[in-house]
């Protein structure tokens, strides 16, 4: 079971982009998405997450007001709007979803230990 994240590229400073996360089948449960990303050289950093069920949001502090994460019931996706980016958010950014719908509590949702399910990446270059 894997999720297919894209909508990477690259882009010049400024610019946005729009990365999509999409379910392995259409009923597969996403209850709590998170978008983690791993810059060249450093570890993988959580940056937004969504509940569904309430469609309750969390962000790093580095991308909050810049990143709008987002979910589609209909679609089974989710997707993260990322506007005026910068060089340093280039990284490779990957979608998860707990391999458990226990909610262990807000603590485990900007952590990547509180995700098992994930994709396989979507490489985003922010560059003049």
């Known amino acids: 079971v894997q999720l297919q994240a894209s909508g990477g590229g690259l882009v010049q400073p400024g610019g946005s982009l729009r990365l999509s996360c999409t379910a392995p089948?259409?009923?597969?449960?996403?209850?709590?998405t998170g978008w983690f990303r791993q810059p060249p050289g450093k570890e993988r950093e959580f940056v937004a997450a969504i509940r569904w069920r309430d469609a309750r949001t969390y962000y790093s502090d580095s991308v909050k007001g810049r990143f709008t994460v987002s979910r589609d019931s209909a679609k089974n996706t989710v997707s993260l709007q990322m506007n005026s980016l910068k060089p340093e958010d280039t990284a490779v950014y990957y979608c998860?979803?707990?391999?458990?719908?226990?909610?262990?509590?807000?603590?485990?949702?900007?952590?990547?230990?509180?995700?098992?399910?994930w994709g396989q990446g979507t490489q985003v270059t922010v560059s003049s």
């Open positions: 998860s979803v707990p391999a458990s719908t226990y909610d262990g509590g807000t603590y485990y949702y900007t952590r990547a230990e509180g995700y098992d399910i």
């Open positions: 089948t259409p009923t597969f449960n996403m209850w709590r």
